[in-house]
């Protein structure tokens, strides 16, 4: 199998399991571009649910800290190898597209229509998913947005971690 | 003098080199070769596909060291994504990120070597002078300071229940004691090849090219004729639009055992063996949390300095053997690594100053089901490696996930954690033993991670079982070496850094020998 198509014959899988076979001729072939507005969609309804617990209660902090992580990831992604750039413009535009959000994420809504808990289960139901293609992309954007949000000092407080200021 | 560093990305047009011998690679390899064959009066080049950052720009913020000091961005999997890999990509390679552990090579790994390869270090090829040298270049000593907190209660466990562990030896001199060895030494205190070797060679004349990567060796007969290079883009990705063409008398591989494998499998180089790219080993570490009542503050610190032995060379040689160890934590290394989501995640990260966390790295290639992974290539010609585990090595992590819970309980701890996302926090021995006993041992539900790349280009007395010979030789091409961790026949048992230095430091002085004559004709 062709490396680049590996997210995509997964998920397409994934959602003929639920939708019954043939969705495989609505465009998936062009879904492995970067569209930046389909990734800020799947972030918005994404990270929320993630980061829930630690996001601040003010909602004005909380909207900052949010748009902070999204151009940390942004910034992030480019160093990536193209090849996992590709997976996770693929898998970005997949969520955004309502043809595939029945066979993902179990509803035909729209990603941030989904309330906080259907979230939460959509996020369980890829890591316990038996298709491998699903946990990787449970674990691929886990790491991805944890580690963008943890990575700037501006939401260390609620850790308690100081960092040195050595000069 | 004249500067003796080119940035590659800064070049405008397509350029030409020459020198007597060029190096491929500025790690541990690569940086121990240029100081050596330099000094011994050869003219040469040494390229790195990462960018010459040095002290100033080490901000100790994970935030810039990940992207701009490690291979692809310290996110680099297996092809399943089932083991993260942490490994260097900048001036210095791993050597300038690495946590400073210096480890000889274990006796039953040369041992196990000698038998298996054919392999013999001792006599005339003895390493032991070689381990000495490095020592002594690279300032490698016990550390004399009390450890930290984070390492204190992996000997307090040990002691508690009696098990070996050691003070590990370190290298660095002046060392301010910080614990951000993983971001690039601040303070120039680590012995890097960054602060080293490299400087010490570019001073006798051998120029550094960075932002530069190799894509080809071109090769006819038994000889290499050239390389061809590409500058690097901002990102660190190939660029396409200038080439770069190098010729050298000899060339030297030490890109690091995914990065060399990867060179060579481009090249399409002779592998009667079939073992290029082949039994690649990782040292696949599980991982092990624990809170405390008080506060452990493992991101301050050095970050290794006690290791136990405990459990590495087991008498029941059907069983995996493993090493304890600790990382240092540091908040996007511990966010991307603890299990959960929403509030499970968010709690256990308020927690984040009382965590202590042990990793055990297993001994990998030293069992019929421990055989390594391969790399292959992507359709960009970049490398990718497959890592099998097999039910021989997941009930070896097992083990190590019940000594662990053991240790850190024995430590005082009040709940563990191992990492694993079955696993909840477990408040004593007995409940986390029952549960351990019970975790689904898969990939992607247990969380692998290795920091230790080792094998693919493995030396071998016989062609048939390696790619290159005891002095890391090729066995086809008679003007290649390969100098760097992918020539370790198994993963050794402890942490490379030192035994790929006297390793390569060895091989330099078998080289000269062997090169003398045409630098006498050259000079």
Known sequence: ?????????????????????????????????????????????????????????????????????????????????????????????????????????????????????????????????????????????????????????????????IAPRFR | MATQHIDASTLLSDQQFEADIVIIGSGAGGGIAAEQLTEAGFSVLLLEEGAYYTRADFVMEERWAYPQLYQEGAARKTRDKAIGILQGRTVGGSTTVNWTTSIRTPPATLDYWQREFGLNFSGDNDLTPYFAKAEQRLHIQPWSVAPNANNAKLQQGCEALGWQYSVINRNVNGCANLGYCGMGCPINAKQSMLVSTIPAAMALGATLISRLSVRK????????????????????????????????????????????????????????????????????????????????????????????????????????????????????????????????????????????????????????????????????????????????????????????????????????????HDAKLYNSWPEAKTAILQLPMQTLRQTVVSAHVMGGCNMSINPAKGVVDQNGRHHQLHNLSVFDGSILPTSLGANPQLTIFALVWRNCQQLLTQLKPFSANVS
Not at chain 2, 238 to 259: E, F, L
Not at chain 2, 299 to 327: C, M, R, T
Not at chain 2, 343 to 349: I, R
Not at chain 2, 399 to 420: D, N, W, Y
Request: aromatic share 8%; proline share 6%.
């Open chain 2, 217 to 420: 060796l071109n090769w006819q007969g038994n000889s290499i004729s050239s390389l061809d290079a590409v500058p690097v883009d901002h990102y660190f990705q190939p660029r396409s639009d200038i080439r770069i063409q190098i010729k050298a008398k000899h060339y030297i591989v030490a890109a690091g055992a995914i990065g060399s494998p990867a060179l060579l499998l481009r090249s399409k180089v002779p592998n009667p063996s079939g073992r290029l790219g082949k039994h690649t080993y990782l040292h696949p570490t599980v991982i092990s949390g624990a809170l405390f009542a008080e506060d452990i503050n493992g991101h301050s610190g050095a970050p290794q300095s006690i290791y136990s032995d405990q459990f590495v060379w087991p008498e029941n040689q059907d069983k995996a053997g493993y090493k304890l160890e600790v990382p240092p934590l540091h908040p996007v290394l511990m966010a991307t690594k603890l299990t959960g989501t929403g509030e499970q995640h968010a709690a256990l990260m308020a927690q984040f100053n009382q965590l202590q966390v042990c990793i055990a790295l297993q001994r990998d290639g030293f069992h019929p089901q421990s055989q390594g992974g391969s790399v292959s290539l992507d359709e960009q010609g970049q490398p990718v490696l497959d890592y099998p585990i097999t039910d021989y090595m997941w009930q070896g992590m097992r083990e190590a996930l019940l000594s662990m819970a053991q240790l850190q309980f024995a430590a005082g701890a009040r709940q563990v954690l191992p990492i694993h």
């Open chain 1, 1 to 161: 199998m062709q490396r680049r198509q590996f997210i995509l014959s997964g998920i397409a899988l994934a959602a003929t399991a639920s939708l019954g076979a043939g969705l495989s001729i609505w465009g998936w072939q062009q879904s492995q571009t970067a569209d930046d507005s389909n990734r800020s969609v799947v972030l918005s309804a994404l990270l929320p649910a993630l980061l829930y617990g630690a996001l601040p209660e003010d909602a004005t902090l909380a909207v900052a800290e949010l748009e902070r992580t999204k151009t940390a990831i942004d910034d992030f992604l480019p160093f990536l190898p193209l090849r996992q750039q590709r997976e996770l413009h693929q898998l970005f535009n997949l969520l955004a597209n309502r043809i595939t959000q029945l066979g993902l994420t179990g509803h035909l809504s729209s990603l941030s229509a989904l309330t906080m808990q259907q979230r939460f289960a959509l996020l369980d139901r890829w890591r316990d998913s038996y298709l491998g293609v699903l946990q990787q992309a449970y674990h691929g954007l886990r790491e991805l947005l944890y580690g963008a949000y943890y990575g700037q000092p501006e939401h260390w407080q609620p850790i308690s971690y």
